[in-house]
Protein backbone atom coordinates (compact mmCIF):
# COMPACT_ATOMS: atom_id res chain seq x y z
CA UNK A 1 0.00 0.00 0.00
CA UNK A 2 1.22 3.72 -0.08
CA UNK A 3 1.99 3.51 4.12
CA UNK A 4 2.07 -0.21 5.11
CA UNK A 5 5.13 -1.72 5.65
CA UNK A 6 5.06 -5.72 6.05
CA UNK A 7 6.58 -6.17 9.81
CA UNK A 8 3.74 -3.41 11.19
CA UNK A 9 1.10 -5.24 8.95
CA UNK A 10 2.06 -8.41 10.67
CA UNK A 11 2.32 -6.64 14.33
CA UNK A 12 -1.24 -5.11 14.16
CA UNK A 13 -3.14 -8.03 11.88
CA UNK A 14 -2.04 -10.25 15.10
CA UNK A 15 -3.82 -7.47 17.20
CA UNK A 16 -6.60 -6.10 14.95
CA UNK A 17 -9.32 -8.15 17.18
CA UNK A 18 -8.47 -4.64 19.93
CA UNK A 19 -9.72 -1.30 18.88
CA UNK A 20 -6.21 1.17 18.23
CA UNK A 21 -6.74 3.61 21.56
CA UNK A 22 -5.55 6.57 20.22
CA UNK A 23 -4.41 9.99 22.13
CA UNK A 24 -4.69 13.00 20.03
CA UNK A 25 -4.51 16.93 20.28
CA UNK A 26 -8.20 18.18 21.10
CA UNK A 27 -7.85 21.80 19.48
CA UNK A 28 -9.86 24.39 20.27
CA UNK A 29 -9.43 27.38 18.01
CA UNK A 30 -11.69 31.05 17.68
CA UNK A 31 -14.27 29.83 15.42
CA UNK A 32 -14.76 26.04 17.66
CA UNK A 33 -12.83 22.82 17.48
CA UNK A 34 -10.46 22.38 14.52
CA UNK A 35 -7.15 20.62 13.42
CA UNK A 36 -3.70 21.50 12.63
CA UNK A 37 -2.26 18.31 12.61
CA UNK A 38 -2.90 16.96 8.64
CA UNK A 39 -2.20 13.36 10.21
CA UNK A 40 -5.07 13.65 12.71
CA UNK A 41 -7.27 14.99 10.08
CA UNK A 42 -6.35 12.09 7.63
CA UNK A 43 -7.17 9.73 10.68
CA UNK A 44 -10.42 11.11 10.91
CA UNK A 45 -11.66 10.71 7.21
CA UNK A 46 -10.76 6.78 7.41
CA UNK A 47 -12.21 6.19 10.49
CA UNK A 48 -15.41 7.61 9.48
CA UNK A 49 -15.05 6.18 5.43
CA UNK A 50 -13.76 3.02 6.36
CA UNK A 51 -15.64 2.32 10.10
CA UNK A 52 -12.43 1.45 11.72
CA UNK A 53 -12.82 0.62 15.25
CA UNK A 54 -10.86 3.33 17.22
CA UNK A 55 -10.95 4.68 21.00
CA UNK A 56 -10.17 8.83 20.28
CA UNK A 57 -8.89 9.98 23.96
CA UNK A 58 -8.51 13.81 23.45
CA UNK A 59 -5.71 16.06 25.17
CA UNK A 60 -5.22 19.64 25.81
CA UNK A 61 -1.74 19.35 24.74
CA UNK A 62 -0.41 18.80 21.37
CA UNK A 63 2.47 16.52 22.55
CA UNK A 64 3.20 13.78 25.16
CA UNK A 65 6.62 14.06 26.45
CA UNK A 66 7.02 10.38 26.77
CA UNK A 67 5.84 9.93 22.97
CA UNK A 68 6.40 13.03 21.09
CA UNK A 69 3.89 15.30 18.99
CA UNK A 70 0.25 13.95 19.16
CA UNK A 71 -1.34 11.80 17.84
CA UNK A 72 -0.12 7.99 19.24
CA UNK A 73 -1.61 4.94 19.53
CA UNK A 74 -1.17 4.18 23.30
CA UNK A 75 -1.50 0.11 22.58
CA UNK A 76 -1.23 -2.09 19.66
CA UNK A 77 2.20 -1.95 18.08
CA UNK A 78 4.81 -4.53 17.70
CA UNK A 79 6.30 -3.17 21.14
CA UNK A 80 4.01 -1.18 22.50
CA UNK A 81 2.71 2.70 21.87
CA UNK A 82 2.68 3.85 17.83
CA UNK A 83 4.05 6.79 17.27
CA UNK A 84 3.01 9.78 14.71
CA UNK A 85 5.10 8.90 12.08
CA UNK A 86 4.08 5.57 11.88
CA UNK A 87 0.54 5.75 13.30
CA UNK A 88 -1.02 5.72 9.47
CA UNK A 89 0.98 2.68 8.77
CA UNK A 90 -0.61 1.41 11.51
CA UNK A 91 -4.06 2.14 10.98
CA UNK A 92 -3.69 0.97 6.99
CA UNK A 93 -2.64 -2.27 8.37
CA UNK A 94 -6.22 -2.56 9.88
CA UNK A 95 -8.02 -2.05 6.45
CA UNK A 96 -6.07 -3.54 3.74
CA UNK A 97 -8.92 -4.07 1.62
CA UNK A 98 -9.12 0.00 1.63
CA UNK A 99 -7.09 2.38 3.01
CA UNK A 100 -4.10 0.37 3.22
CA UNK A 101 -4.62 -1.18 -0.67
CA UNK A 102 -1.60 -1.17 -3.14
CA UNK A 103 -1.91 2.70 -4.40
CA UNK A 104 -0.34 3.21 -8.03
CA UNK A 105 2.81 5.31 -8.74
CA UNK A 106 1.14 8.08 -9.78
CA UNK A 107 -1.00 8.10 -6.71
CA UNK A 108 1.95 7.49 -4.17
CA UNK A 109 3.72 10.81 -5.72
CA UNK A 110 0.96 12.79 -5.19
CA UNK A 111 0.82 11.79 -1.55
CA UNK A 112 4.40 12.60 -1.25
CA UNK A 113 3.80 15.95 -2.96
CA UNK A 114 1.03 16.31 -0.13
CA UNK A 115 2.94 15.17 2.36
CA UNK A 116 6.25 16.86 2.08
CA UNK A 117 4.98 19.96 -0.20
CA UNK A 118 1.86 21.02 1.24
CA UNK A 119 2.93 19.60 4.45
CA UNK A 120 5.70 21.58 5.02
CA UNK A 121 4.00 24.78 4.13
CA UNK A 122 1.18 24.42 6.24
CA UNK A 123 3.95 24.17 8.73
CA UNK A 124 5.34 27.60 7.47
CA UNK A 125 1.89 29.11 7.67
CA UNK A 126 0.88 27.53 11.07
CA UNK A 127 4.19 28.39 12.73
CA UNK A 128 6.19 30.90 10.65
CA UNK A 129 3.63 33.43 9.46
CA UNK A 130 3.35 35.88 12.21
CA UNK A 131 -0.25 37.07 11.24
CA UNK A 132 -1.58 33.46 10.80
CA UNK A 133 0.64 32.64 14.63
CA UNK A 134 -1.00 35.62 16.54
CA UNK A 135 -4.69 34.79 15.20
CA UNK A 136 -5.06 31.41 14.42
CA UNK A 137 -2.27 29.16 16.04
CA UNK A 138 -1.38 30.66 19.07
CA UNK A 139 -4.98 31.46 19.97
CA UNK A 140 -5.93 27.87 19.71
CA UNK A 141 -3.47 26.28 21.61
CA UNK A 142 -3.85 28.97 24.36
CA UNK A 143 -7.62 27.97 24.42
CA UNK A 144 -6.87 23.97 24.20
CA UNK A 145 -4.66 24.30 27.29
CA UNK A 146 -5.07 24.20 30.70
CA UNK A 147 -5.85 27.37 32.30
CA UNK A 148 -3.05 28.85 33.25
CA UNK A 149 -0.77 26.59 30.88
CA UNK A 150 -1.62 28.57 27.32
CA UNK A 151 1.23 30.83 26.90
CA UNK A 152 4.01 27.72 27.77
CA UNK A 153 1.98 25.39 25.56
CA UNK A 154 2.12 27.90 22.74
CA UNK A 155 5.61 28.76 23.03
CA UNK A 156 7.06 25.29 23.73
CA UNK A 157 4.93 23.48 20.56
CA UNK A 158 6.44 26.58 18.23
CA UNK A 159 9.43 26.16 19.36
CA UNK A 160 9.20 22.66 18.44
CA UNK A 161 7.61 23.19 15.11
CA UNK A 162 10.58 25.60 14.28
CA UNK A 163 13.56 24.32 15.84
CA UNK A 164 16.13 26.21 14.19
CA UNK A 165 14.90 29.26 15.42
CA UNK A 166 12.77 31.55 13.91
CA UNK A 167 15.15 34.25 13.26
CA UNK A 168 17.64 32.21 11.37
CA UNK A 169 17.51 33.39 7.99
CA UNK A 170 17.84 29.98 6.87
CA UNK A 171 14.68 29.19 7.95
CA UNK A 172 12.75 32.24 6.78
CA UNK A 173 14.20 31.00 3.07
CA UNK A 174 12.94 27.96 3.41
CA UNK A 175 9.33 28.68 4.50
CA UNK A 176 9.42 31.67 1.97
CA UNK A 177 10.04 28.68 -0.37
CA UNK A 178 7.46 26.44 0.82
CA UNK A 179 4.87 28.79 0.66
CA UNK A 180 5.76 29.42 -2.94
CA UNK A 181 5.94 25.80 -4.10
CA UNK A 182 2.16 26.14 -2.14
CA UNK A 183 0.68 27.35 -5.62
CA UNK A 184 2.49 24.67 -8.00
CA UNK A 185 1.55 21.88 -5.63
CA UNK A 186 -2.34 22.89 -5.91
CA UNK A 187 -1.96 23.15 -9.09
CA UNK A 188 -0.68 19.91 -9.45
CA UNK A 189 -3.49 18.71 -7.64
CA UNK A 190 -6.00 20.39 -9.03
CA UNK A 191 -5.15 19.04 -12.48
CA UNK A 192 -5.12 15.72 -11.54
CA UNK A 193 -8.55 15.88 -10.14
CA UNK A 194 -9.97 17.64 -12.85
CA UNK A 195 -13.80 17.66 -13.15
CA UNK A 196 -14.42 14.53 -11.29
CA UNK A 197 -15.59 14.11 -7.69
CA UNK A 198 -12.38 12.69 -5.90
CA UNK A 199 -9.42 11.58 -6.90
CA UNK A 200 -10.38 7.80 -7.31
CA UNK A 201 -13.85 8.51 -9.18
CA UNK A 202 -13.95 7.79 -12.47
CA UNK A 203 -14.13 11.04 -14.73
CA UNK A 204 -17.92 11.47 -14.72
CA UNK A 205 -19.37 9.69 -11.35
CA UNK A 206 -18.50 10.04 -7.99
CA UNK A 207 -19.61 7.57 -5.14
CA UNK A 208 -17.88 6.55 -1.72
CA UNK A 209 -16.62 2.94 -2.58
CA UNK A 210 -14.47 5.00 -5.42
CA UNK A 211 -12.56 6.96 -2.26
CA UNK A 212 -8.86 5.78 -2.16
CA UNK A 213 -6.13 6.35 0.34
CA UNK A 214 -5.21 9.60 -1.78
CA UNK A 215 -8.52 10.91 -1.36
CA UNK A 216 -7.87 10.47 2.42
CA UNK A 217 -4.28 11.85 2.51
CA UNK A 218 -5.52 14.76 0.36
CA UNK A 219 -8.46 15.76 2.82
CA UNK A 220 -6.04 15.52 5.56
CA UNK A 221 -3.99 18.44 4.13
CA UNK A 222 -6.52 20.00 1.95
CA UNK A 223 -8.86 20.73 4.73
CA UNK A 224 -6.32 21.92 7.44
CA UNK A 225 -5.17 24.40 5.10
CA UNK A 226 -8.56 25.60 3.73
CA UNK A 227 -9.25 25.91 7.37
CA UNK A 228 -7.00 28.51 8.27
CA UNK A 229 -9.39 31.76 8.71
CA UNK A 230 -8.10 34.57 6.70
CA UNK A 231 -9.18 37.94 5.61
CA UNK A 232 -11.14 38.32 2.40
CA UNK A 233 -8.82 39.60 -0.15
CA UNK A 234 -5.60 38.65 1.31
CA UNK A 235 -2.61 36.74 0.06
CA UNK A 236 -3.92 33.23 1.28
CA UNK A 237 -7.03 34.19 0.25
CA UNK A 238 -6.64 34.78 -3.20
CA UNK A 239 -4.20 31.81 -3.13
CA UNK A 240 -6.61 29.07 -2.11
CA UNK A 241 -10.18 30.48 -3.84
CA UNK A 242 -8.18 30.17 -7.44
CA UNK A 243 -8.72 26.56 -6.71
CA UNK A 244 -12.54 26.16 -6.39
CA UNK A 245 -12.31 22.54 -7.46
CA UNK A 246 -10.29 21.24 -4.36
CA UNK A 247 -12.37 22.95 -2.12
CA UNK A 248 -15.50 21.50 -3.81
CA UNK A 249 -14.07 18.20 -3.38
CA UNK A 250 -13.37 18.78 0.46
CA UNK A 251 -17.04 19.76 0.82
CA UNK A 252 -17.85 16.98 -1.48
CA UNK A 253 -16.62 14.56 0.49
CA UNK A 254 -17.21 15.82 3.88
CA UNK A 255 -21.19 15.09 3.14
CA UNK A 256 -20.60 11.54 1.61
CA UNK A 257 -19.26 10.90 4.58
CA UNK A 258 -21.66 12.23 7.29
CA UNK A 259 -19.54 14.78 8.53
CA UNK A 260 -15.57 14.05 9.30
CA UNK A 261 -14.14 17.55 10.58
CA UNK A 262 -15.15 18.13 14.44
CA UNK A 263 -16.86 21.32 13.72
CA UNK A 264 -18.80 22.76 10.92
CA UNK A 265 -17.88 26.51 11.97
CA UNK A 266 -14.11 26.10 11.68
CA UNK A 267 -14.46 24.49 8.42
CA UNK A 268 -13.37 25.66 5.38
CA UNK A 269 -12.46 28.77 6.91
CA UNK A 270 -10.36 30.43 4.61
CA UNK A 271 -13.32 30.49 1.73
CA UNK A 272 -17.15 32.67 1.79
CA UNK A 273 -19.75 30.50 1.63
CA UNK A 274 -20.22 32.07 -1.62
CA UNK A 275 -17.29 29.94 -3.01
CA UNK A 276 -17.66 26.61 -1.75
CA UNK A 277 -20.03 24.29 -3.16
CA UNK A 278 -23.77 25.22 -3.47
CA UNK A 279 -25.69 24.22 -0.69
CA UNK A 280 -22.36 22.83 1.45
CA UNK A 281 -22.12 25.91 3.96
CA UNK A 282 -25.60 26.01 4.47
CA UNK A 283 -25.90 22.63 5.32
CA UNK A 284 -25.86 21.49 9.09
CA UNK A 285 -25.14 17.91 8.70
CA UNK A 286 -23.99 17.37 12.10
CA UNK A 287 -23.28 18.56 15.31
CA UNK A 288 -21.74 21.71 16.02
CA UNK A 289 -18.76 19.39 18.11
CA UNK A 290 -18.53 15.75 17.11
CA UNK A 291 -16.46 15.20 20.06
CA UNK A 292 -18.47 16.24 22.36
CA UNK A 293 -19.86 12.96 23.32
CA UNK A 294 -21.71 10.81 26.29
CA UNK A 295 -18.78 9.64 28.15
CA UNK A 296 -20.85 6.56 29.09
CA UNK A 297 -22.17 5.67 25.59
CA UNK A 298 -19.27 7.65 23.38
CA UNK A 299 -22.71 8.41 21.13
CA UNK A 300 -23.26 12.18 20.64
CA UNK A 301 -25.01 14.15 23.52
CA UNK A 302 -28.34 14.99 23.67
CA UNK A 303 -27.22 18.83 23.37
CA UNK A 304 -25.15 18.45 19.93
CA UNK A 305 -28.11 16.62 18.69
CA UNK A 306 -30.63 19.11 19.87
CA UNK A 307 -28.32 21.52 18.33
CA UNK A 308 -28.04 19.51 14.72
CA UNK A 309 -31.68 19.58 14.79
CA UNK A 310 -32.11 23.34 15.00
CA UNK A 311 -29.35 23.78 12.45
CA UNK A 312 -30.95 21.55 10.09
CA UNK A 313 -34.08 23.56 10.69
CA UNK A 314 -32.93 26.86 9.93
CA UNK A 315 -30.93 26.34 6.83
CA UNK A 316 -31.26 29.77 5.47
CA UNK A 317 -30.02 31.24 9.07
CA UNK A 318 -27.13 28.85 9.46
CA UNK A 319 -25.93 29.98 5.91
CA UNK A 320 -26.22 33.59 7.04
CA UNK A 321 -24.28 33.04 9.96
CA UNK A 322 -21.43 30.88 8.53
CA UNK A 323 -20.95 34.19 5.93
CA UNK A 324 -20.73 36.11 8.90
CA UNK A 325 -18.45 33.53 10.79
CA UNK A 326 -16.58 33.11 8.12
CA UNK A 327 -15.05 36.70 7.38
CA UNK A 328 -14.90 37.41 11.19
CA UNK A 329 -13.47 35.90 14.24
CA UNK A 330 -16.42 34.68 16.70
CA UNK A 331 -15.57 37.08 19.46
CA UNK A 332 -16.92 34.35 22.12
CA UNK A 333 -14.13 33.43 23.98
CA UNK A 334 -11.78 32.74 27.10
CA UNK A 335 -9.83 35.89 28.33
CA UNK A 336 -6.34 36.06 27.70
CA UNK A 337 -3.93 36.57 29.90
CA UNK A 338 -2.71 40.08 30.12
CA UNK A 339 -6.87 40.83 30.26
CA UNK A 340 -6.93 38.40 33.31
CA UNK A 341 -3.79 41.00 34.60
CA UNK A 342 -6.15 43.91 34.39
CA UNK A 343 -5.25 45.05 30.50
CA UNK A 344 -7.64 46.27 28.34
CA UNK A 345 -6.46 45.51 25.16
CA UNK A 346 -8.34 42.08 24.21
CA UNK A 347 -7.10 39.85 21.71
CA UNK A 348 -7.90 40.69 18.17
CA UNK A 349 -9.55 44.26 18.68
CA UNK A 350 -9.46 47.27 20.40
CA UNK A 351 -11.39 48.09 23.32
CA UNK A 352 -12.09 50.55 26.03
CA UNK A 353 -11.91 49.65 29.54
CA UNK A 354 -14.52 50.15 31.85
CA UNK A 355 -14.77 52.81 34.21
CA UNK A 356 -13.45 51.74 37.82
CA UNK A 357 -14.79 53.50 40.78
CA UNK A 358 -13.02 52.37 44.21
CA UNK A 359 -15.58 52.22 46.70
CA UNK A 360 -13.37 51.58 49.77
CA UNK A 361 -9.88 52.66 50.81
CA UNK A 362 -7.51 49.60 50.18
CA UNK A 363 -6.04 47.34 53.06
CA UNK A 364 -2.93 49.33 55.15
CA UNK A 365 -0.86 46.86 53.91
CA UNK A 366 -1.27 47.42 49.97
CA UNK A 367 1.29 50.24 49.76
CA UNK A 368 4.08 48.18 51.92
CA UNK A 369 3.88 45.01 49.72
CA UNK A 370 3.90 47.18 46.70
CA UNK A 371 6.78 48.76 47.90
CA UNK A 372 8.82 46.04 49.03
CA UNK A 373 8.13 44.04 45.93
CA UNK A 374 9.40 47.26 43.94
CA UNK A 375 12.56 47.56 45.73
CA UNK A 376 13.62 44.13 45.38
CA UNK A 377 12.62 44.24 41.96
CA UNK A 378 15.02 46.68 41.71
CA UNK A 379 17.99 45.50 43.78
CA UNK A 380 18.00 42.40 41.64
CA UNK A 381 18.36 44.15 38.21
CA UNK A 382 21.22 45.82 39.75
CA UNK A 383 23.07 42.65 40.80
CA UNK A 384 21.97 41.09 37.31
CA UNK A 385 23.60 44.25 35.85
CA UNK A 386 20.22 45.51 34.32
CA UNK A 387 21.06 49.30 36.07
CA UNK A 388 21.97 52.17 34.06
CA UNK A 389 25.47 51.84 36.09
CA UNK A 390 26.92 48.24 37.18
CA UNK A 391 26.36 47.55 40.71
CA UNK A 392 30.43 47.51 41.51
CA UNK A 393 30.86 51.16 40.51
CA UNK A 394 27.89 52.15 42.59
CA UNK A 395 28.82 50.77 45.38
CA UNK A 396 32.53 52.16 44.89
CA UNK A 397 30.77 55.69 44.69
CA UNK A 398 28.70 54.98 47.31
CA UNK A 399 32.02 54.00 49.62
CA UNK A 400 33.61 57.14 48.24
CA UNK A 401 31.20 59.51 49.03
CA UNK A 402 31.18 58.23 52.25
CA UNK A 403 35.14 58.28 52.95
CA UNK A 404 34.39 62.11 51.65
CA UNK A 405 31.80 63.06 54.29
CA UNK A 406 33.90 60.77 57.12
CA UNK A 407 37.12 63.06 55.75
CA UNK A 408 35.33 66.37 55.95
CA UNK A 409 33.46 66.03 59.26
CA UNK A 410 36.72 65.10 60.81
CA UNK A 411 38.38 67.86 59.77
CA UNK A 412 35.03 69.92 60.87
CA UNK A 413 35.84 68.24 64.79
CA UNK A 414 39.61 69.07 64.53
CA UNK A 415 39.06 72.73 63.81
CA UNK A 416 36.21 73.46 66.75
CA UNK A 417 38.93 71.68 69.03
Not at 68 to 92: C, F, Q, T, W, Y
Not at 294 to 323: E, F, I, L, R, W
Request: aromatic content about 8%; overall charge positive.
Amino acid sequence: SCLSTPSLCRAIMLRRAQPLEIAHWHAVGPLGATVLDPVFAELLFVTRWRRISVNLLPSPYPSAPAFGPLPVALSGGPKGPILRDRLLEAVAALDVDGYGMKCSEADEAFCALLRQRVGEALKALLFGDFGIWDEYSRPTLARSAPLGFGWHVAWKERRRQLRDGLGSSLLKDRQAAAVLALEGSLSALAERLGDADCFGCVRGSGAVDSLTALDACAYGHLAVLYSIPCQPGSQLHQLLRRFSSLVHFCDRVELWLGGVWPDSRSFMAAVAPNERMPGAAAASFSQESRFVNDPVTNSPSKAAAQAAASAAAAPAAAGANSMATSSHMVDARWPVWWELWGWSLGWGRRRKAPPKVRKNSPPEWYPLAFGGASAATVFVACIFGCSPLPMQKIVKALEAALQQSDGQGAIGIGSRE
